[in-house]
């Protein structure tokens, strides 16, 4: 572009100036060319008067703007970093290094007191913890109701220990933080004393891709800034949330506008922005938000008991894809399929099984594992569902009564696929796997993959373990020759196989026909 612009500058410079004088107010417009020679004269050319058509059906949200904004609120968050860094002196500089809290009587605890001592002066010998790192964020929220609830992202107010809420005409109040919930990135906060606020609705009814939305907040520390566009997608999935079902719009947000209300055109918030999709972290069009619907479920748990509890079916879970689908009979690559149910939790009392395709909760279809999460989620523990299940080619209802989701405990800890020795006969089979018997423990070890073979192009590796196929255990490479052709017989040309990795479950369909990829 540089190169350009200056070879333009050079012809510029070259030639005989150009100008172009326009009378202001509706004058004669007079335009010189280069200069004329002595056989030329300037020619006057009047202009024309420029009458713009009569613009209708152009959308103006200043009414709706003037309505909502006095409800929006920017947050300002004050507060401490937690387990700062402890600093040790040496000599004329700093050495900073982070030593852990540890009980008394921990075996290490001696070993990094004296570390500490040969790092230390005098009696400055041990490591001395340096104060926390105070900080100050914005973010933006807005109040759902007149006695002063409000509602922000979890991650504006987290580890906040002083919340300012500053109203649109300037007015500042502390409030204090109800509850939060890391999962959905929401929180709530109370202004005591208010019985009066503005306040905003949430919507009850679904946004539809390409309506318009308009969004309010305080990007950059400029509150009360509005911008406006579409809802561009719905149900995406950002940062691998389990309780994902993000809008997508591309009205300007910005760093600030988390927290933020997205308005619909009747002045009833639709979604709350949480995040961005960007390379420079400036606004590039992609704004994420959370729909109504989950705030509305969330904040009302938050209000009452300023905690957050979830149904719990207690399923390992993946997608369906359409391999999957032919391999066990589906009409359509959806539901969710159940790679291993926990051990004595509802889903496992209940009946459920690995192998089974869950396709519909209360009648409800279930498209991918994600919508399933979700909607096992969004149901109180204790609450009886109907499950519509798909196994052995058939449809069967199962009822489960749901647990509670104990979001605090690790997650449950995986069998781990203990080490075996290898025959010394592995045997090629009709699909381009070489197994042998895992002695160590259940299934067979894959022992080569063809890479011309329809097994490596789905992703079998060396060293996975094949524990059934057609939902059928197999042991030996005959076990997995005759499920095999089980399949065959049966006219589909897929075969769903159980495989494990790592400790992981999941399901593979593995086309058996040739040519078939």
């Keep these: 572009m540089r190169s350009i612009l200056n070879s333009r500058a050079r012809r510029w410079i070259g030639a005989s100036a150009l100008a172009i004088l326009a009378g202001i107010g509706g004058g004669t417009a007079f335009v010189a060319a280069t200069a004329p020679s002595s056989a030329q004269s300037a020619k006057l050319v009047p202009a024309a008067q420029i009458t713009a058509p009569a613009v209708t059906n152009v959308p103006n949200f200043a009414d709706l703007v ?82 002063g609830y409000i509602v922000t992202n979890n991650h504006v107010v987290e580890n906040a220990d002083k919340v300012t809420v500053v109203f649109d005409n300037g007015t500042q109040k502390q409030a204090k933080v109800v509850g939060t919930d890391q999962k959905t990135d929401l929180a709530v906060v109370k202004l005591d004393g208010e019985t009066d606020l503005p306040f905003v609705k949430l919507s009850d009814v679904e946004p539809r891709v390409g309506e318009w939305v308009v969004a309010v907040g305080n ?96 399923v390992g879970i993946q997608d369906v894809s359409s391999d999957i689908a032919d391999s066990v009979g589906l009409k359509d690559a959806a539901g969710a399929l159940v790679t291993e149910p926990t051990k004595d939790s509802p889903a496992d009392k209940a009946g459920v099984k690995s192998g089974d395709v869950i396709t519909a909760v209360d009648g409800k279809s279930v498209s991918n594992a994600l919508d399933l999460s979700r909607t096992i989620a969004g149901k109180n523990p204790g609450t009886a569902v109907e499950l519509s299940v798909w196994r052995d080619g058939k449809e069967q209802k199962i009822s489960v009564t749901l647990g509670k989701l104990d979001e605090t405990a690790a997650p449950t800890e995986q069998q781990q696929q203990a080490p075996a020795e290898e025959p010394a006969a592995p045997a090629p089979t009709s699909v381009g796997l070489t197994l042998v018997p ?17 097994a490596a192009e789905k992703g079998f590796a060396v060293g996975d373990t094949i524990l059934e196929v057609n939902n059928q255990a197999v042991s030996s490479v005959a076990d997995f020759e005759k499920a095999v052709q089980a399949v065959k017989d049966s006219g589909r040309n897929t075969a769903l196989v159980k495989a494990q990795r790592d400790g992981n479950t999941r399901f593979i369909g593995l086309p058996i026909t040739e040519g078939k990829s």
Excluded: C, W
């Design 66 to 147: 003037d309505a909502v904004k006095p409800a929006v609120v920017s947050i300002i968050v004050e507060g401490a970093e937690k387990s700062p860094a402890r600093q040790l002196q040496r000599g004329g500089g700093q050495f900073q290094f982070n030593f852990p809290d540890l009980p008394d009587d921990h075996p290490f605890k001696d070993f990094f007191n004296q570390f500490g001592q040969e790092f230390g002066q005098g009696n400055q010998g041990q490591s001395q913890p340096t104060p926390p790192r105070k900080f100050m964020a914005a973010g933006s929220g807005f109040v759902i109701s007149a006695d």
């Design 438 to 454: 895992n002695s160590g423990g259940e299934g067979l070890l894959i022992q080569d993959v063809d890479p011309n073979s329809a």
């Design 219 to 314: 990007p950059f520390g400029l509150g009360g800034t509005v911008t406006a566009g579409i809802i561009s997608a719905r149900g995406r999935d950002i940062q691998g949330s389990s309780y994902g079902d993000f809008l997508q719009i591309d009205a300007a947000v910005n760093t600030g506008n988390s927290g933020g209300p997205d308005f619909n055109m009747n002045g009833e918030v639709v979604g709350v922005n949480t995040a961005i999709f960007s390379p420079n972290g400036g606004n590039v069009g992609i704004a994420f938000a959370i729909p109504a619907s989950v705030v509305k479920q969330v904040t009302g748990q938050l209000i009452q008991s300023g905690t957050v509890t979830r149904g719990f079916l207690g």
